[in-house]
């Protein structure tokens, strides 16, 4: 593995009997192992999506510049009654 660099972490107690029970499960060889295989989740998770801290701001901004948010039924309910119309104006 090469050089490490030993930290030390808290975990909540469902996620502390989540490690444990993979390894019990004989998923893991340590709660070492599921601790890194989840960080490498989450780097991977983290580097396919590429945003930045400074992105994810801005696009939460525009998120909230953009007003209120509509209900989705209802804006699929008016969607698909003006395409029924448009469909009906043609025929």
Same mark, same amino acid.
């Given at each position: #593995?090469?050089?490490? $660099?030993?930290?030390?972490?808290?975990?909540?107690? $469902? /996620?502390?009997?989540? +490690?444990?029970?993979?390894?019990?499960?004989?998923?893991?060889?340590?709660?070492?192992? +599921?601790?890194? @295989?989840? /960080?490498?989740?989450?780097?991977?998770? %983290? @580097?396919?999506?590429?945003?930045?801290?400074?992105? /994810? %701001?801005?696009?939460?901004?525009?998120?909230?510049?953009?007003?209120?948010?509509? @209900?989705?039924?209802? +804006? #699929? $309910?008016?969607?698909?009654?003006?395409?029924?119309? %448009? +469909?009906?104006?043609?025929?």
């Amino acid at each position: #593995m090469g050089h490490v $660099d030993k930290r030390s972490i808290t975990l909540s107690p $469902d /996620l502390a009997t989540a +490690v444990d029970e993979a390894v019990a499960a004989g998923e893991y060889a340590s709660a070492s192992e +599921v601790i890194r @295989d989840a /960080l490498r989740d989450w780097k991977e998770k %983290r @580097d396919l999506l590429g945003y930045t801290v400074e992105e /994810l %701001r801005a696009l939460v901004q525009e998120g909230l510049d953009s007003g209120p948010a509509e @209900d989705g039924p209802l +804006v #699929m $309910d008016r969607l698909i009654a003006k395409a029924r119309a %448009r +469909v009906v104006g043609r025929q």
